[in-house]
């Protein structure tokens, strides 16, 4: 699966973006995909920040992120989204996203976000 992310850009603490990550045209559909956002700030590694099932039933978030994140997804639209409310200096980072089905992973391109205090 081909994976575009988009929706980053720079906030201050408080705000709120939506991230969104869909299949490219020439990607298969993401719809079969258990999916997921991960976000690497500068010295530290890749961290999952949430996930959803293939269905959109199951959510998973990081404990950070907790109650201020959402992930969704629109099959349909074959698009996956994450809400960040109430967002903090440390949710900066470059965010990614990652499709799963099985063995095989596919990862999107970052987009980064900043969030200044």
């Known amino acids: 699966v081909q994976l575009q992310a988009s929706g980053g850009g720079s906030v201050q603490a408080g705000g709120s973006l939506r991230l969104s990550c869909g299949a490219s045209?020439?990607?298969?559909?993401?719809?079969?995909?258990?999916m997921g956002w991960f976000r690497q700030a500068p010295g530290k590694e890749r961290e999952l920040v949430a996930a959803?099932?293939?269905?959109?039933?199951?959510?998973n978030y990081a404990i950070s992120v907790k109650g201020r994140f959402t992930i969704s997804r629109d099959n349909a639209k074959n698009t996956v989204f994450l809400q960040m409310n109430n967002l903090e200096p440390e949710d900066t980072a470059v965010y990614y996203c990652?499709?799963?089905?099985?063995?095989?992973?596919?990862w999107g391109q970052g987009t980064l976000v900043t969030v200044s205090s």
């Open positions: 990652r499709a799963q089905k099985g063995e095989v992973v596919s």
């Open positions: 045209r020439r990607g298969r559909a993401i719809s079969n995909n258990g």
């Open positions: 959803i099932d293939w269905r959109g039933g199951h959510t």
